[in-house]
């Protein structure tokens, strides 16, 4: 018993003496002082400073850059005549910048560098007939959709009767018209394998070939097969009613930025609410 309190007495002094040459004290009130600012840092309700949005970058400069491919109508289409953007995707977007507070500035780009330029910060936003999927979702976010749709085939009326059937495409002596690097091209190489398939660059010259006998069919959306097919009387959008896929159009913007995100999502359910996707239906797809 004496003997453990003599050990306890020796401890103690020996603490004391350290703490009084500074060499315990120093470090003790440091560890103490790192933990209590690590604690206060993290701890619930605790502000924190939130990364910078892109949202505010559009705001801050004053307009919105956005990016289509200006050969899809009735979604996007670039008029040779005027040199200016027209289509659904294209008011909605002078819509959504008049929201925001700032000018809209389009970019051109293609099927097939549309993804690599949203990426590479050449455009705020893609819209123009984008296609919803789980693909363009692992690069990039996609929003919720605004108008539903179909893979059907444009063909000349005259054949109408002739082409009821995937199994009636999917032949050697049936010649397709395929535009490149959109989901066309992916249904095309993925359920047409048997067809006489050609890549053409420009998305707004197959209808014509098609209607000319170039080609005898045009995979391409119902919205679009239908605006052809309104447009030509030698044109024929058939399976409309029931076409081989189902999807969504929406608006793809860079991932990542949960504030914009957030700022597209609720101005969609807006224009929605409000009637404004609607009206653009009306006007450009009725």
Known sequence: MLKNWKKVLIAGVMTLSLVGTGYVGHDLIAAQHVSAASAASNAPGQEKKAA?????????????????????????????????????????????????????RFVKTTWSDMMKDLQADKFDIAVGGVTRN???????YVSQGYVTFGKAPLIRA?????????????????RIGVNPG??????????????????VENNLDIPHLVADGTYDVMITDTVEAMTYAK?????????????????EKGFMIPRGDF????????????????????????????
């Open 231 to 247: 447009a030509d009387s030698r044109l024929y959008a058939a399976l409309t009613d029931k076409p081989f896929t189902k999807s």
């Open 52 to 104: 910078a949005s892109q949202l505010d970058a559009i705001i801050e400069r004053g307009y919105i850059r956005v990016g289509m491919t200006g050969d899809y109508k009735p979604f996007t289409y670039l008029n040779p005549k005027t040199n200016e953007f027209e289509g659904y995707d294209v008011d909605a977007a002078k819509e959504l910048a008049k929201d925001l507070g700032v000018e809209v």
């Open 134 to 140: 789980t693909a363009r979702q692992k690069t990039a």
């Open 182 to 199: 959109g989901t066309n091209e992916v249904f095309v190489r993925q359920h047409l394998t048997k067809a006489n398939v050609t890549v």
């Open 259 to 286: 504030v914009y995100a957030s700022y597209l999502e609720m101005w969609m359910d807006e224009m929605k609410l409000q009637g404004k996707f609607d009206a653009l239906f009306k006007k450009w797809m009725e």
């Open 158 to 174: 005259e054949d109408k009767d002739k082409y009821k059937t995937l199994e009636d495409i999917n032949k050697p002596s049936v």
